[in-house]
């Protein structure tokens, strides 16, 4: 079965401590995402990836960190530096960026985050 | 520049049909996606239309692109409390990082 997997469902951290978030696709897309939701709020842009090891900060890159090394990975961490972490995080995949139909964006199940 | 807006609540009774509305302002807009997000879970990609078309019908689902007022909807017939959740438009436009822009969702409720 071809999908994206977002792990852990459900994370707790304190306050002051990183934490990493892991997205896995197996869909051989070149290109991946990482979104922020709120309560009430539409999607928030924090990175994206069109190609391994080159990425692009979004709307809302303050606080966060992101690698790709790999095709299929493109964990984001949640630094201490970010000051209201809290929130239901979405990771996305897309064969291409910029190039019609192959935009279309395909979501994991999230993270929800919580800091303590 | 790019906007997405969409009404925040509808409520609608088991049987009847629901609309679900989206206005857009970037005319140059080339899809146009409706996605469907169920409580605790990711988005799910309903349907999309390409900004040629007027009209797309799926099943239960029908999407009708108004281009002239940059308005989009998204008709479910027969609604059934399974259709429950927040449904989200969204935009592509060739211009800038061609990445979709997401209205804030409309959460359809669908009480017997």
């Known amino acids: 079965d071809g999908g994206i997997t977002q792990s852990p469902k459900y994370l707790f951290r304190k306050e002051g401590q990183n934490v990493t978030l892991s997205c896995e696709q197996n869909?051989?897309?070149?290109?991946m995402y990482w979104y922020r939701q709120d309560p009430g709020q539409g999607l928030r842009l924090i990175y994206y990836?069109?190609?391994?090891?080159?990425?692009q900060k979004g709307d809302i890159a303050e606080g966060y960190s992101v690698s790709r090394e790999k095709k299929e990975s493109f964990p984001l961490t949640v630094t201490s530096a970010q000051k209201n972490p809290t929130a239901f995080y979405l990771c996305?995949?897309?064969?291409?960026?910029?190039?019609?139909?192959?935009?279309?964006?395909?979501f994991g199940p999230g993270t929800r985050l919580t800091v303590l | 520049g790019e906007d997405v807006e969409q009404s925040l609540f509808l409520s609608v009774r088991e049987g009847d049909s629901s609309v679900i509305n989206c206005t857009y302002t970037?005319?140059?807009?080339?899809?146009l996606y409706w996605y469907k997000q169920e409580p605790g879970a990711g988005l799910q990609l309903l349907t999309y239309?390409?900004?040629?078309?007027d009209m797309k019908q799926d099943q239960r689902l029908t999407v009708l692109l108004n281009k002239k007022d940059k308005h989009l909807s998204l008709r479910i017939a027969d609604t059934q409390t399974g259709d429950s959740a927040i449904y989200f438009c969204?935009?592509?436009?060739?211009?800038?990082?061609?990445?979709?822009?997401f209205g804030r969702g409309t959460s359809l409720i669908v009480h017997p």
């Open positions: 970037d005319s140059s807009s080339t899809y």
């Open positions: 969204a935009e592509r436009t060739p211009g800038g990082s061609y990445i979709p822009t």
């Open positions: 869909l051989n897309h070149d290109a």
């Open positions: 996305a995949s897309s064969i291409k960026v910029g190039a019609g139909i192959t935009d279309t964006q395909y």
């Open positions: 990836s069109q190609i391994v090891n080159d990425f």
């Open positions: 239309i390409f900004s040629n078309m």
